[in-house]
């Protein structure tokens, strides 16, 4: 924490740059809960999706093959 108060008080760039990379925490974000974040955020849209088109009823219209017809011309009146 000396290093901290001592590097906030130089006001240079210089200061902070040094707590930053002489830093005693070696472990890193990332490394440390990166794949569990992945995995977990993958679980929850995975199961947040499963709800969406299985329970929500939504009609999702994929194709409109077959389902779209011409309407039927009408005669010219003379």
């Given at each position: 924490m000396f290093r901290f108060a001592?590097?906030?008080?130089?006001?240079s760039g210089q200061g902070a740059r040094q707590v930053r990379f002489n830093s005693s925490e070696?472990?890193?974000?990332?490394?440390?809960y990166?794949?569990?974040?992945?995995?977990?955020?993958?679980?929850?849209?995975?199961?947040?999706?499963?709800f969406v088109i299985t329970q929500t009823g939504i009609t999702w219209n994929l194709?409109?093959?077959?389902?779209?017809?011409?309407k039927p011309w009408r005669e010219e009146e003379e």
């Open positions: 001592k590097a906030a008080l130089n006001l070696a472990a890193d974000f990332h490394s440390k990166g794949t569990g974040l992945l995995v977990g955020g993958f679980a929850f849209c995975t199961a947040v999706w499963a194709s409109p093959v077959g389902k779209v017809q011409p």
